[in-house]
Each structure stands twice: as structure tokens, then as C-alpha cells.
């Protein structure tokens, strides 16, 4: 069974910080990783993915993968109010599937 | 900038009731999908669908749940006799080729909340 795990939260950062959520993946052959964001009664909306260790930024957005160490970050700078959402992360296995396993995500509050 | 489409936003219906859940993908996507969120609880894959076939199902797509394509446009997931743990939301997704293959984005429609009385 894979398995996605993310701290339910709630994460509570002030406006201007550094948002750092974290997601570890129990299987090891984990070939793509996805950061999604969903505003509540909402779908998901995917804004990062990353393939290779390392970082990878977007805008705001940081990815970062460790794949020894089973582990996947999304740090948002200069968080906002409307970063407010439950960000999912999502792993993909190798091969045919482009199936993503879902964590249950962890909620964002960005207070003024 | 196209969308994925469902409807309707909200369906409630009895017990044992059969439902259709509609939804139109973006209209250059081959692949479609469906998704189901119980309330508080983590995104779960239900089926994938390309080419006029089933590509992928889980484990709980089971003999209660169908889809089809039954125009170019339309891709409906048919809940056959609900229950009250069908009660959540039901996401449609898409995703197109490049360059020969599958891209690893999809693309999400808004949603149906299913509510089973």
C-alpha cells in the first residue's frame, strides 16, 4: 500500500513569512512528485511539480525533493491571505500509470 | 483559457437511487478520470479512461460504478445503486498527449457534491 503523509495542520504563519510544508512517501521508486493547491469546497489545482532531487522554484513557489530520504517540501515566500488552502501533495510511481497518490494535505492559514 | 466542466455542482438523491455524474473535459485532452473526496479525507482515484475504453480502475470502482463516453464531448461516471458512503465530492480530470505521450498534468473540473440521504 503507498502511502502519502502530510501533518494535517493547521500550519498558521504570518503574512510575509515562509510557508514550509513537508510530505514523506513510503514507496521508494517514486518517480514524480506534485504540489496542489484546494481552497476549501474546491478542487485541486495542481502548481508545482518536480522529478529530480534538489530544488525547483516557481514564482513564490519552492519545491524541494530528497529521494534517499523519502521527502518532498513546498516553501511559499511571502506568504499571502489567499495562500490560505490545504495543499496536497501527490506521488506518481514510474512506468505506465500517471496515477497520483494523494496525501490528505496539510492546511495553510496565512493571518494579516 | 478551457476548462473542465461538471454538473450538476450539487445532487442529492435516496439510497439505493441510481445517479449520473456529467462532466466535459477539455476538448483536446484524450484522457479522462475520475476522482472522489470524502469530506476531510484525502483525493482517491476512481477510474481512467482513454480511447473509448477503461484504462485504470481501483479498488473501490466496483460493479455499482460505470462510465462512458456517450458523445465527443461528455464523459459521465454512473453510480448504480447509492449508498450512504458514496456521500462525497466527485472530481473529473483530463489530461492531454505531447508529443506522443501521456503529460503527467491534469486538469480538474470544479466538482459534484453527492450528497446520499
Known amino acids: 500500500q503507498k502511502e502519502v503523509e502530510q501533518n494535517s495542520g493547521p500550519l498558521s504563519v504570518p503574512e510575509g513569512a515562509i510557508a514550509s510544508l513537508n510530505c514523506t512517501y513510503s514507496d521508494r521508486v517514486s518517480q514524480s512528485f506534485f504540489w496542489y493547491r484546494q481552497y476549501s469546497g474546491k478542487s485541486p489545482e495542481l502548481i508545482m511539480s518536480?522529478?529530480?532531487?534538489g530544488d525547483k522554484e516557481d514564482g513564490r513557489f519552492t519545491a524541494q525533493l530528497n529521494k534517499a530520504s523519502q521527502y518532498v517540501s513546498l516553501l511559499i515566500r511571502d506568504s499571502q491571505p489567499s495562500d490560505s488552502a490545504t495543499y496536497l501533495c501527490a506521488v506518481r510511481e514510474p512506468g505506465g500509470s500517471y496515477i497520483p497518490t494523494f496525501g490528505r494535505g496539510t492546511s495553510l492559514i496565512v493571518h494579516p | 483559457e478551457p476548462e473542465v466542466t461538471q454538473t450538476p455542482s450539487h445532487q442529492v438523491t435516496q439510497m439505493g437511487q441510481e445517479v449520473i455524474l456529467r462532466c466535459v473535459p477539455i476538448?483536446?485532452?484524450?484522457?479522462f478520470y475520475w476522482y472522489r473526496q470524502i469530506l476531510g479525507q484525502k483525493v482517491e482515484f476512481l477510474v481512467s479512461f482513454y480511447n473509448n475504453e477503461i484504462s485504470e480502475k481501483s479498488e473501490i470502482f466496483d460493479d455499482q460504478f460505470s462510465v462512458e463516453r456517450p458523445d465527443g464531448s461528455n464523459f459521465t461516471l454512473k453510480i448504480r445503486s447509492t449508498k450512504l458512503e458514496d456521500s462525497a465530492m466527485y472530481f473529473c480530470a483530463s489530461s492531454r498527449l505531447a508529443g506522443g505521450k501521456l503529460t503527467d498534468t491534469q486538469y480538474f473540473g470544479p466538482g459534484t457534491r453527492l450528497t446520499v440521504l
Open positions: 518536480i522529478y529530480s532531487n
Open positions: 476538448s483536446n485532452h484524450l484522457y
